[in-house]
């Protein structure tokens, strides 16, 4: 009685091995969520460069835009 109980329970094993791996080729395996969205309110800092219109002077002026 042993011996078929053991036999019963390899046979389950390799039956829901068969069925699990038919169930998943027939569905497609778990989808991977995708971890590269990109966010919709990105804040862009514009920043521009501006020479004075004087050639003596050695200060630069920096305009920031948003």
Not at 15 to 22: K, Q, W
Not at 26 to 36: A, D, E, F, H, M
């Amino acid at each position: 009685m042993i011996l078929f109980k053991k036999i019963l329970r390899a046979v389950g094993y390799v039956l829901l091995i068969f069925f699990i791996s038919v169930a998943v080729s027939l569905g497609g395996g778990v989808p991977i969520p995708r971890s590269t969205r990109k966010k919709e309110d990105l804040i862009e800092v514009k920043i521009e460069l501006t020479e004075s219109k004087d050639p003596d002077s050695r200060t630069l002026q920096i305009e920031i835009k948003q």
